[in-house]
């Protein structure tokens, strides 16, 4: 650290690169806390995490025995621990909704989340098939949204500055978008075969949804047009090659091949044919990369798309989680085959990274999670949590702390820490290591706090 | 309490960052533009050097400047990418003499991660279009239409994750950029694109190259005829095109910029991280590269940019010490460098350390910073003020007036220079050899001392005595008129101007005169209820040998009083309030404003703005300039009219902006001041300093003097000893030779001569990161104490660090009290006669305790946790000031009964922290990572939270 401070006082290290140094460096001391402790009121097992994206300061969780609950990560309620050094934080929840509350959900909430532009708000999805809006301030409900069937998953996306949708997947085959400025559903979105366990919406794009259906399906979604127009398969995966190939384009092997063979002279011939496909290809000049959508969309391929394409799976089994990298170019998801797939969103393929994974929860979504530089995704691992290297599929860190699964995940890039929450009831927080104690007396930090 | 804070830069940017030569003025002349953090500089290339011609600032810091001519243009553009992500494309419009900005826009994406190896901005070699490398895995494309216009911008997608350079490949019927990069498995490799514009996408290029060195970092486009691409690596340079593959080796080291010498490519200069300067031959055989040859220059600066100028001379800009420009000779001189350095420009960044002393004691700060990098460090001594560059000067004790005065009413240039002393007045004037000699006025009156001179309507001149008021003619230099003061009355002080004469006798009789070709008419007569102090009549109307308002400086009743002229009207008083009586009132005008100066006679002036037509007075303002009385007078500097105030420490009044600014002079004490404008000192004030009269010209307003002390070292904590008159550094030799040998030192300056006088090396791997002078409770000696960690390269984080405490004896270092630490001290800070010290994430207070065998040693007293890295502090009183790594700012509080430190306060937002400073009790003010200063302010109301300030 001393050497980055000394490089960024010499203006050797640009801010930005000062910053994400710092932070990647102390991802990988992440540890158990030794001196934070979010206190648990939950007498179920956790299904949702997430701190408020405004101020970074608000942890939500929501639970199987109905209850969601708010936590100031930032500002402890107090103290426990003996001698200076020692102390550990104990952050007990503000407030808490549960079955005792006049509009409190009677099944498990299996998603809480905020609105996204301020702490105002908080959204929460439940198995009894409802979805509540609730004021933060007065703890009181302030929506609801009756869906037809349980609520796996609710989201709202980052980006939105002109909509205000939850999009939910639930039981059913359609998917929902629930719009809070007017309190009624405004889109229904059909096309997976099967229940849709994840939803996300996109970084890039504020009108891109992606959701991961039962059926194995990934499908995106421009919600301001009819249908879904991609549908990702695992089995597309050649990345990175140019000019890119949308599988079948036999034209297009050709030319490449050309070029490539070609190789040491430099010239515009092989350009003609190049050009041609480069067009023909125009189709995943989709709205999810950067270039926001400008009517670039292709129609030709919506509603039906190929009917061969809106076949294809990401996943054998269900999809039960999704997470978008903050860069919004990469797609994760996990699956019910135990898989975490990496894909190029722009492209839509697959990008064959292996991870590691032994096994993941088939039964339930999980809630994923990646670092702001993505260069790692946190994945719930059974009772244990993963921190894959994205781009080499390989473990870095397991935290193993749980005692019953994990279900989900929260990493917050502005202190480095990840909160996880599983079957056992538990909220654990993981944070860099504090390397020294106290000056004076300097028995080793007991790393059990957290187990009483 | 103050609301809004502002912030005003002392100095501009002195850092080069960028630079470029082409023919931007004009299609001959021939231009170096220099960047330097957010402004540019146009110069032109003359015989005689550098030229300025213009310096702009940028909105924004400058993170890419290039020159591009479009087809069918005489002269080249510029294109300026900020680092907020705008750009902009500059042409000079030869007319005006100005710039013209022919295209801008913005060139953010909402989301996306910025690069880390910094922006990256190129054009095409065939203006086709412009590339940005702004976001990982993405390359933005400005297309340029026929017209070379600009059209929309469009991203291509760019799967290789950490690029490390990006540059358009000449030659090339599609525009082609080549891509150095590395991959996940750490490994380099460069990949050359085509880029279809139809398409919006790439096509894979011609050739690429995989594996290279793994220092490889920096790529340079061969221009035609050869069309290939060098790519310097730490150990090897390469170059490389569709056919051919050359390679050498290269002694390690780390090029930090390149210079093309010819049009045609083969010849390129390189400098690299030791300041060492090479030039690199492609060899050829007609169009075909045979072999590379790379040769040592010499020694310049580290240089961030090199820019070839025309007939082997060269810009060095450096981000780490002086910019300088150089020529290569053909011959090597005695020490074997080809290198001779002509000019050099004042680079102070960066800047790892200041702090502010006054070494001559004049009660004016200056700075001491802890300048530059690697073998470039130096200490800078930044001093505000303006300085007197003196011409001539004679002895002369006891100068109790001056005036200048003109020997026709109409000539440009003074003549004389009246001097007055306690019982006599000598006349100086300028003889046929340009010097100062003695001369007479006969109708003067010189053996008493003069009141008050100055030069009259219809050639004549005034001077006023404690009994007389004599009119001389300046041509015959004879009496033409008397008015003698009432008998048993003598005249205290008096004023006048081209017209009109004001005088005060005893008894507070006003006397107004007027002057007529010849005549002295006593015009109005006004008697006061007390003493008058001080006169002035200067005109500020819009006659401009006429005053309309008179202002008359008080005794007894401690006022100033605006009277109308001529009828001796009191139209305005105005009580100054306090005890001290005004010695010297002046009407003037700034910028086209009114005011009355009022100097009192404890080194106060009191400001009024004046409404001529009324005469009210508002806006009254006070300040501080020294502690004897002052006296003002106007004089003007390039054609604008200044006003010095004369006491202990001079000071220039002048304006800026409608305001009011007061600027020192380099002068130690100045009695009196008048403007000697003379034939052969045009523009000079002559001074009157103890025993001395002098002449002198004055330094361009508002300056800072900057004087250098080259280490040879890299300073990095800096901190000042009164009571040794010494400074002590923490410093950093890095040896250029062998990789990471790095020595550290504490070094003892002596403050006046700046040569080291003692010397504490540190250990191999320890680091002084903090020094503070300060004394102990119980113990009347002074101290340095020193912060150090040990950076062992396994180890992310200190775990190890030591507090040393030296004395000065001798003007020696002696090593009193050490103190191992638990992890880096980035932070020492005296409170309340004992060392608070920021330890990682810890803030610990020590106690200074006598042992039983009279030594000293540090003990610790009580800590406080919760800090990510606790890396700036400040105190005061018994509060403490944390700005932490990434977590803003918090406040603690020492509590002396239970003798702990606990949180009071502190900031939630996510601010990366680089400095913090407490403004007041109330107000702390902080520098955060993307150099922001915003500042926060206790909330007194026992709430925790904190309202942000502006930012």
């Known amino acids: ?452 | 309490m103050s609301v809004w804070n502002y912030v005003v830069t002392a100095h501009k940017p002195t850092n080069v960052t960028h630079s470029c030569v082409g023919n931007f003025t004009s299609p001959q002349e021939l231009n170096l533009i220099v960047a330097k953090c957010t402004r540019i500089e146009i110069n032109l290339l003359t015989p005689q050097g550098l030229q300025p011609m213009l310096d702009v600032p940028i909105y924004g810091r400058i993170a890419t400047l290039e020159l591009f001519r479009p087809h069918g243009e005489a002269q080249d553009f510029l294109f300026i990418a900020t680092e907020r992500y705008k750009f902009c494309v500059l042409q000079w419009d030869a007319e005006s003499s100005e710039l013209i900005t022919r295209a801008m826009g913005d060139v953010s994406d909402r989301i996306g991660r910025p690069t880390d190896n910094g922006q990256i901005g190129i054009i095409d070699p065939d203006c086709r279009l412009i590339g940005l490398h702004l976001y990982d895995g993405l390359f933005k494309v400005i297309p340029f239409d026929n017209k070379g216009q600009l059209k929309e911008a469009f991203n291509i997608r760019l799967e290789e994750l950490q690029v490390l350079d990006i540059k358009f490949l000449y030659g090339c019927s599609k525009p082609t950029i080549v891509v150095l990069y590395q991959d996940n498995k750490d490994a380099r490799h460069v990949k050359t694109y085509e880029v279809a514009l139809k398409d919006k996408d790439f096509i894979e290029g011609p050739w690429s190259q995989n594996n290279l060195d793994n220092g490889a970092d920096l790529l340079i486009p061969v221009p035609p005829p050869f069309c290939g691409v060098l790519i310097i690596g730490e150990e090897t340079i390469v170059y490389c095109s569709a056919n051919v593959f050359r390679a050498i080796p290269i002694r390690p080291s780390i090029t930090k910029a390149y210079g093309r010498v010819d049009a045609d490519g083969s010849r390129y200069l390189l400098g690299d991280h030791a300041g060492l300067l090479h030039l690199l031959v492609i060899t050829h055989e007609k169009e075909k590269v045979t072999g590379l040859k790379i040769e040592l220059l010499g020694e310049t600066s580290v240089a961030s940019t090199i820019s070839y100028l025309d007939n082997a001379f060269v810009f060095i800009g450096s981000s780490y010490g002086d910019s300088q420009l150089v020529k290569l000779n053909l011959q090597p001189d005695a020490k074997g460098s080809y290198v001779e350095v002509l000019d050099r420009f004042v680079n102070l960044g960066p800047i790892a350390d200041f702090c502010v002393v006054d070494l001559e004691r004049q009660g004016q700060g200056q700075v001491v910073t802890c300048s530059g990098a690697y073998k470039d460090g130096s200490l800078r001594i930044v001093r505000n003020g303006i300085g007197i560059n003196e011409q001539a000067s004679v002895e002369l004790q006891g100068i109790k007036g001056m005036w200048s005065l003109r020997s026709l009413t109409d000539d440009p240039f003074d003549t004389f220079l009246v001097v007055s002393f306690i019982s006599e007045t000598r006349i100086l004037a300028m003889n046929i050899e340009d010097e100062l000699e003695e001369t007479e006025i006969e109708g003067f009156c010189s053996q008493v001392q003069t009141l008050f001179c100055h030069c009259a309507v219809f050639n004549q001149l005034v001077q006023v005595t404690s009994s007389s008021v004599r009119l001389v003619s300046s041509t015959t230099r004879e009496l033409r008129q008397e008015w003698n003061a009432p008998s048993g009355f003598s005249i205290n002080v008096a004023t006048a101007n081209a017209t009109q004469v004001l005088l005060a006798t005893g008894g507070g009789h006003l006397v107004y005169l007027e002057i007529g070709d010849g005549t002295l008419t006593q015009a109005k007569h006004a008697q006061l209820e007390c003493e008058i102090s001080c006169l002035d009549i200067n005109p500020i109307g819009e006659n401009p040998s006429c005053s309309q308002l008179a202002a008359v400086g008080m005794w007894t009743d401690i006022s100033v009083r605006i009277f109308s002229l001529p009828d001796l009207n009191l139209i305005t008083k105005e009580p100054l309030g306090g005890e001290i009586i005004p010695r010297s009132v002046l009407l003037c005008s700034f910028e086209g404003i009114s005011y009355l100066l009022c100097a009192l006679g404890d080194g106060h002036l009191l400001n009024f703005q004046l409404n001529l037509s009324t005469g009210e007075l508002k806006d009254r303002k006070k300040v501080s300039l020294g502690t004897q009385p002052i006296t003002l007078r106007t004089f003007s500097s390039k054609n604008t009219t200044h006003v010095f105030a004369a006491s202990d420490r001079p000071t220039v009044i002048y304006s800026s902006n409608k305001k009011l600014l007061y600027s020192n002079v380099n002068l130690k004490e100045v009695s009196h001041m008048c403007p000697f404008n003379s034939a052969a000192f045009p523009d000079s004030l002559a001074i009157a300093k103890e025993g001395e009269l002098s002449i002198g010209t004055i330094d361009d307003i508002q300056k800072l003097h900057i004087r250098s002390i080259p280490l040879g070292e890299q300073a990095r904590r800096i901190c000042h000893q009164e009571q040794s008159r010494t400074f002590a550094i923490c410093s950093l030799k890095t040896h250029s030779n062998a990789e990471e040998s790095e020595m550290n030192f504490i070094r003892l300056l002596d403050d006046q001569t700046f040569e080291f006088i003692s010397t504490y090396p540190l250990d191999t791997f320890e680091y002084g990161c903090s020094i503070l002078s300060c004394s102990f409770s119980d113990d009347s000696n002074v101290y340095y104490c020193v912060g150090t960690a040990y950076v062992l390269p396994e180890e992310n984080e200190p775990t190890k660090g030591r507090i040393l405490v030296f004395i000065v004896e001798d003007g020696k270092l002696q090593l009193i009290a050490e103190k191992e630490t638990k992890g880096a001290v980035y932070s020492l800070n005296a409170f309340n006669g004992k060392l608070l010290a920021a330890i990682n994430q810890k803030i610990q207070l020590y106690k200074w305790m006598l042992r039983d065998d009279g030594t000293h040693e540090l003990q610790s007293e009580c800590g406080h946790h919760g800090h990510i890295l606790a890396l700036y502090v400040q105190t005061r009183g018994d509060f403490i000031v944390v700005g932490d790594l990434m977590k803003s700012i918090s406040l603690l509080i020492y509590k002396h009964e239970e003798g702990a430190i606990e949180e009071r306060a502190r900031d939630y937002n996510a601010n990366w922290m680089s400095a913090v400073e407490i403004l007041d009790d109330d107000i702390y003010l902080g520098a955060e990572n993307n150099f922001n200063l915003f500042t926060v302010r206790k909330n007194s109301e026992g709430a925790t939270d904190e309202e942000r300030g502006p930012s």
Not at chain 1, 192 to 201: A, K, L
Not at chain 1, 254 to 270: F, H, M, R
Request: hydrophobic share 35%; net charge positive.
């Open chain 1, 1 to 452: 650290m001393w050497r980055e401070i000394r490089d960024r006082e010499a203006g050797k290290t640009r801010p930005n690169s000062f910053k994400n140094r710092v932070s990647s460096s102390r991802i990988f001391d992440l540890q158990l806390s030794n001196y934070k402790d979010v206190v648990s009121p939950h007498r179920g097992s956790i299904n949702s995490l997430q701190v408020d994206l405004t101020e970074g300061r608000y942890l939500l969780s929501g639970a199987s025995d109905a209850s969601a609950s708010v936590f100031d990560i930032q500002h402890a309620t107090d103290f426990e621990g003996g001698g200076e050094g020692a102390l550990i934080a104990k952050h007990k929840s503000l407030i808490t909704i549960d079955k005792q509350h006049q509009n409190g959900h009677k099944f498990a909430i299996s998603s809480a989340i905020w609105y996204t532009i301020d702490t105002g708000l908080f959204v929460t999805g439940s198995y009894d098939h409802y979805i509540k809006v609730w004021d933060t301030n007065s703890t009181q409900m302030v929506m609801n949204f009756k869906m037809p069937g349980k609520v796996y998953r609710t989201a709202m996306s980052p980006l939105a500055t002109s909509h205000m949708l939850i999009a939910a997947g639930t039981e059913d085959v359609q998917v929902r978008l629930c719009d809070i400025a007017s309190g009624a559903f405004a889109h229904t979105l059909s096309g997976h075969r099967d229940g849709v366990m994840t939803v996300e919406w996109s970084t890039s794009s504020e009108w891109v949804l992606v959701t991961g259906g039962c059926d194995g399906a990934i499908r995106f979604w421009d919600i301001r047009r009819a249908g879904c127009f991609l549908v990702l398969d695992q089995s597309q995966s050649q990345l990175g090659r140019r000019p890119p190939l949308l599988a079948r384009s036999a034209v297009n092997k050709v030319s490449t091949s050309k070029a490539l063979s070609k190789g040491q002279n430099i010239s515009v011939k092989p350009r003609l044919p190049q050009k041609k496909s480069g067009s023909g290809n125009g189709i995943k000049h989709s709205p999810i990369g950067q270039i926001p959508a400008k009517g670039s969309l292709k129609q030709r391929l919506h509603p039906g798309m190929l009917s061969s394409q809106d076949r294809a799976t990401a996943h054998y089994g269900a999809v039960t989680g999704l997470k978008t990298t903050e860069d919004g170019m990469y797609l994760l998801s996990a699956g019910s085959d135990s898989r975490i797939r990496l894909w190029d969103v722009k492209s839509g393929r697959n990008t064959l990274v292996n991870f590691e994974t032994a096994r993941l929860q088939t039964s339930k979504p999980i809630q994923l999670a990646t670092t702001q530089d993505s260069n790692l995704v946190f994945v719930p691992c059974m009772t244990s949590v993963k921190a894959f290297d994205i781009w080499s599929g390989r473990t870095r860190v397991t935290f193993r702390g749980h005692y019953e699964y994990v279900n989900c995940c929260w990493f917050s890039s502005q202190d480095q820490e990840l909160y996880t929450g599983g079957n056992d009831r538990q909220i654990l927080v993981w944070s860099p290591a504090r390397l020294i104690s106290n000056e004076d007396s300097s028995p080793a930090e007991d790393q059990d706090n957290w187990s009483d």
